[in-house]
C-alpha cells in the first residue's frame, strides 16, 4: 500500500497499485510514500502522530503542523456566552439547598414552590433525594425566597460572565472567563 500526501506532509489517500500507476495517480505537487502505521499521522519525513484535537473548533493546519482556531474574537465571544447560558440553566434548574437540603429547581419545582408557599398550610415536601420533609407554612415561604435568590444569583453570575465576555480583547481572555 502506498500514501499519496500534499506538499505539508497530509494524507490524501492510499492506494494499491505498481509504481507506474502509482506515479499516474499522483496529483501535481505530491508525493507517495510508505502508507501510515494507523490514521491521523501526518508525514514529516517519516509518520507522526497528530496530537489531539484541544475542541471541536480546532482544525490542523498540516503547514505549521499544530491545532488552530480558525474562529473569529467575534465568533468565540458568542460561542462562550452561549456555553455560559447553558451552564447558567443547569444550575438554576439543578437544585438549591434551603435547610440543608437539596430541592429540585426545574420549572415545574418552582410552578410548585410558589404555589405552596401561597397556600399557608404545612406541606409533607419531597426532596431532590426524594426524602420527604415537612414544611411549615413559614418555611414554605422562607422557600420561596431562597429559590428567588437561587435564580437571581444564576443570572447574576451570567450578566457579568457576559459583559467580560464582550469587553474582552483576545480570544485568550475569552477562554479564561468562568460562570
Known amino acids: 500500500m502506498t500514501a499519496i500526501i500534499s506538499k505539508h506532509g497530509q494524507l490524501l489517500q492510499l492506494i494499491y497499485a505498481n509504481a507506474e500507476t502509482i506515479e499516474l495517480n499522483k496529483p501535481v505537487g505530491c508525493l507517495a510514500v510508505p502508507d501510515p502505521p494507523h490514521e491521523c499521522m501526518y508525514y514529516a519525513g517519516w509518520w507522526r502522530d497528530i496530537p489531539k484535537q484541544p475542541s471541536n473548533f480546532h482544525i490542523f493546519d498540516y503547514s505549521v503542523k499544530q491545532w488552530v482556531d480558525p474562529r473569529s474574537l467575534q465568533q468565540v465571544k458568542d460561542q462562550k456566552w452561549s456555553e455560559i447560558k447553558s451552564e447558567r440553566e443547569a444550575t438554576e434548574y439543578g437544585g438549591f439547598y434551603f435547610l440543608d437540603q437539596i430541592f429540585d429547581s426545574d420549572i415545574t419545582s418552582q410552578s410548585r414552590i410558589i404555589s405552596a408557599s401561597e397556600l399557608g398550610v404545612d ?6 433525594d426524594n426524602t420527604v420533609v415537612l414544611l411549615s407554612a413559614e418555611q414554605l415561604k422562607e422557600l420561596r425566597m431562597v429559590l428567588a435568590q437561587h435564580v437571581a444569583d444564576c443570572h447574576i453570575r451570567s ?3 457576559r459583559q467580560l ?3 474582552s480583547e ?5 477562554n479564561l ?3
Open 123 to 128: 406541606v409533607d415536601w419531597t426532596l431532590k
Open 159 to 161: 450578566r457579568i460572565a
Open 165 to 167: 465576555i464582550y469587553d
Open 170 to 174: 483576545t480570544i485568550e481572555q475569552v
Open 177 to 179: 472567563i468562568q460562570y
